[in-house]
Structure formats: structure tokens, C-alpha cells
């Protein structure tokens, strides 16, 4: 037998018929997308991650007011691990459940959001991007999730409340040593409408901010031969700055020093749980404890009036190596039971890790970093896109998991992967 032939033969008997193509058939796989011509626009619709939103904000904004964003206290350990408490997280799915209509919808307070995600706190926040507070109360608003002014924002309590009329408002407060400082804004906030007054109380005293310490992060930023070789670098950001409002503390008087010194000087290092009590008695509305970590100061400020609590380290920012939220929200939520709402923050960088939360006992996640990458990527748009990318991925997460709402997210659907693994 002549191998070489066969192999031919097997070769020829076996090779597909080819054609020419019609033009009809080829034109079907040429679909150039619609072309954009807001550049703005067009580089958001090609993020499809909360990472990619970061990408961008790196790109635009300059170096000191990204930093402050994006990074945490010390060396930044307390930060790196909470996102790898979502990491070792591991769903187990339920199949064969009918998800076709699944809702995210959630309460929160009392009143339903359209996803268990509210925005956190941020100060500073016109420093990220011109628009800042309003940009973010606009899209909260449209997006159908609370929003927070911080006490050190760049907006005022009006101001907000008038950007996003049908908006849920939130406002945080800290522990201060002028107390009838802080009393002025607690009456501002009530008669603005807001809902929650958020407390800070992992601010004894300003974290150790190593980025910010290293680029000199002011308010209002300095103009240093540093900074200045950086703003040529991003032009945009700094005709915004210098065409718009002047850039303040809206909550506070005038203040020209760095944003750790004036934490010092505004936060109250002798506050105690009987300052809680005293504040539940003061605001008429819900009250929201933020910088929990330990379950016995749950129960005390959950006694003392707290209609929810936030287990957080804020962020990575304050204390460096503080407990990771995620792994210590069991055991917050075991302390309280129902008898007050738990939420938490930290690390929250997808849909599904809320939704891991909400497994594992939270009532809602609060974010920053997201919306505020969202923000310097591209302003109210941008806000809007982080908005539209945890929501997704929120939804489609609990349609593998076989979740139809949020009341089937429970314990049995998540395990944590061994830490050696």
C-alpha cells in the first residue's frame, strides 16, 4: 500500500468545498459601531468595569487629587486587605430557579432603593472633578440610591438638596470640638430635608496618609513646580478648576492647610458613646453610626439610639491594619440581630461583592472609590456609568446565583476559600 497516496487521497476526500462569498453575506459581518462624537461619552461606553473607571480617572486627573482618592493610610494594608476578603469569597448556585424577573431592589431605612448600594461619603470631592457633589446627587438620584454629603464636601447642605430635589440625602457628621458648630449643621440638614445623618466615629484623629503627605495635598491645592509639571499634564482638569467657583469647604470656615490638619484640629478626641446619646436626642431623623469593627460598639451604639451601623475602617484610610469589614460583619450582625440595619464598606469594587455581602448579613454596601472613579472619568455621566456597572453586575450575579430578589440571598449561597488555598 502506498502510504503517501492514501494520506493524499484522505487529505482530498476530507477538505471542505470553498466559494466565493456574496456581498450580501459579508456586508452582515461588518457592524461598525455608531460613531461618538463626545469624547466623553465615548470612552465611557468602553468601560465595562469599575476598574476600567479607574483607568480613566488615573488618566485625567492629576496626580495628588487621585492619590487621594485612591489610596489608604500607611502602607495601605488595611485597604488591600479588604478586597481580598471579596476575593475569598466563593458563591455556591442554586439551579433550575426561575431568575427571568430578577429585582435588586431593596429597603434601606425603610424606603426602597433600586439596588442595595449607597454612596458613601467623600470630602474634597470637587477637587476629583469641577461639578463634584452635585454631579454625584444628579446620578444618585436618577440611579435610585441614597447619597451622603460629607462634612467636608465642596457643596453646601442646600446646595445639594437643590441640585437633586427627588433625591434621598444623607448627611455626615463628625464628633467635633465645636459642638455648636456641628449643632448649626445638624439644624441645616433637617431643615434641607435630609433623612439620615451619618456619624463618624473612627476619627479620633486624622489617619496617616502617606500619599497626601507625600504630594502635598492642600486646600486649596498649592501651586508647586511638582504640581505645576503634573497640571500641563492634564490641562482640562485645571481650566475646570480655575473657570468655576472657588474651591472651599462648604461646611467650614476658610482653611488653607493640608486635609489630615485640619481633621486634627476639627475632630474630637474625647467623644464618647454618651455624645451618641446626646445626638439621637438633637436629630429628629434616622441615624446612621458609621466606623464600626467591633460587635460590643455595635450593641452600644445601637442602644444609644443608631438606627443602623456601618462596619467600617473607612476605607483603609484612618487606621492601618484595622480589621477587614467584610469578616467582621458576621459577627456585627449576630451582636444586633434585626434590631438595627447593617451596612458595610470597604473593598466593594463589583456588583457581586455586594451581593456577597448581602449573604453574609449586610443590609446594604456603601461605596466611594466607584463613584468617585466614575466621577473624575467623566462627571455626572461618569457617576452614572459606576452606577449602571455595579447595578449589572449585581443583576446578573444573582441570576447565576438562582436569586430572583433580594430575599433569597442568604448564608447557604456563599463559603469562605481557606486562606492557604
Same mark, same amino acid.
Given at each position: 500500500m502506498n502510504t503517501a497516496n492514501h494520506f493524499d487521497s484522505t487529505r482530498a476526500g476530507t477538505r471542505t468545498p470553498r466559494r466565493l462569498p456574496r456581498w450580501s453575506e459579508f456586508a452582515e459581518l461588518i457592524r461598525p459601531r455608531p460613531l461618538v462624537w463626545n469624547g466623553t461619552e465615548r470612552r465611557l461606553r468602553h468601560a465595562a468595569t469599575i476598574a476600567d473607571l479607574r483607568e480613566l480617572a488615573r488618566r485625567r486627573t492629576p496626580r495628588a487629587a487621585f492619590d487621594y482618592t485612591d489610596g489608604g493610610a500607611g502602607n495601605e494594608h488595611s485597604m488591600a486587605l479588604a478586597r481580598r476578603a471579596f476575593e475569598r469569597v466563593e458563591f455556591i448556585p442554586r439551579v433550575l430557579r426561575d431568575v427571568s424577573a430578577t429585582n435588586t431592589a431593596t429597603p434601606v431605612l425603610g424606603r426602597s432603593a433600586s439596588m442595595p448600594v449607597v454612596f458613601a461619603p467623600a470630602g474634597f470631592t470637587r477637587v476629583m472633578h469641577h461639578a463634584g457633589e452635585r454631579a454625584v446627587a444628579q446620578a444618585a438620584q436618577a440611579a435610585g440610591v441614597?447619597?451622603?454629603?460629607?462634612?467636608?464636601?465642596?457643596?453646601?447642605?442646600?446646595?445639594?438638596? @437643590? @441640585? /437633586?430635589?427627588?433625591?434621598?440625602?444623607?448627611?455626615?457628621?463628625?464628633?467635633?470640638?465645636?459642638?455648636?458648630?456641628?449643632?448649626?449643621?445638624?439644624?441645616?440638614?433637617?431643615?434641607?430635608?435630609?433623612? /439620615?445623618? $451619618?456619624?463618624?466615629?473612627?476619627?479620633?484623629? @486624622?489617619?496617616?496618609?502617606?500619599?497626601?503627605?507625600?504630594?502635598?495635598?492642600?486646600?486649596?491645592?498649592?501651586?508647586?513646580?511638582r504640581t505645576l509639571v503634573d497640571g500641563s499634564l492634564k490641562p482640562r482638569w485645571w481650566f475646570n478648576l480655575l473657570t468655576t467657583e472657588p474651591l472651599r469647604f462648604a461646611s467650614l470656615r476658610s482653611w488653607s492647610g493640608t486635609v489630615a490638619e485640619l481633621a486634627d484640629h476639627m475632630f474630637d478626641p474625647s467623644a464618647t458613646i454618651t455624645d451618641v446619646a446626646a445626638l439621637r436626642r438633637e436629630w429628629p431623623g434616622k441615624l446612621i453610626v458609621k466606623g464600626i469593627q467591633h460587635p460590643d460598639d455595635a450593641v452600644a451604639v445601637v442602644d444609644a439610639g443608631a438606627d443602623a451601623v456601618v462596619v467600617s475602617n473607612h476605607g483603609g484610610r484612618q487606621l492601618d491594619r484595622a480589621v477587614t469589614p467584610l469578616e467582621q460583619l458576621p459577627s456585627v450582625r449576630a451582636a444586633i440581630g434585626e434590631r438595627a440595619e447593617v451596612y458595610i464598606d470597604g473593598g466593594v469594587r463589583e456588583g457581586a461583592d455586594a451581593i456577597a455581602a448581602l449573604c453574609l448579613g /449586610?443590609?446594604?454596601?456603601?461605596?466611594?472609590?466607584?463613584?468617585?472613579?466614575?466621577?473624575?472619568?467623566?462627571?455626572?455621566?461618569? $457617576?452614572?456609568?459606576?452606577?449602571?456597572?455595579?447595578?449589572?453586575?449585581?443583576?446578573?450575579?444573582?441570576?447565576?446565583?438562582?436569586? @430572583?430578589?433580594?430575599?433569597?440571598?442568604g448564608p447557604e449561597l456563599v463559603r469562605w476559600r481557606p486562606l492557604d488555598a
Open positions: 441614597p447619597y451622603t454629603l460629607s462634612t467636608m464636601g465642596t457643596t453646601s447642605i442646600e446646595e445639594l438638596a @437643590a @441640585a /437633586a430635589p427627588e433625591g434621598r440625602h444623607w448627611f455626615q457628621l463628625y464628633l467635633w470640638r465645636d459642638r455648636e458648630r456641628s449643632a448649626e449643621l445638624i439644624e441645616r440638614a433637617t431643615t434641607a430635608g435630609y433623612e /439620615a445623618l $451619618v456619624l463618624t466615629v473612627d476619627t479620633p484623629v @486624622a489617619g496617616n496618609r502617606l500619599r497626601d503627605v507625600r504630594n502635598g495635598m492642600t486646600i486649596p491645592p498649592t501651586l508647586t513646580l /449586610a443590609d446594604a454596601v456603601l461605596v466611594g472609590r466607584p463613584y468617585l472613579y466614575g466621577l473624575m472619568a467623566g462627571g455626572t455621566r461618569g $457617576v452614572a456609568r459606576a452606577a449602571e456597572i455595579l447595578h449589572g453586575e449585581a443583576i446578573k450575579t444573582m441570576q447565576l446565583l438562582g436569586s @430572583a430578589g433580594i430575599g433569597d440571598l
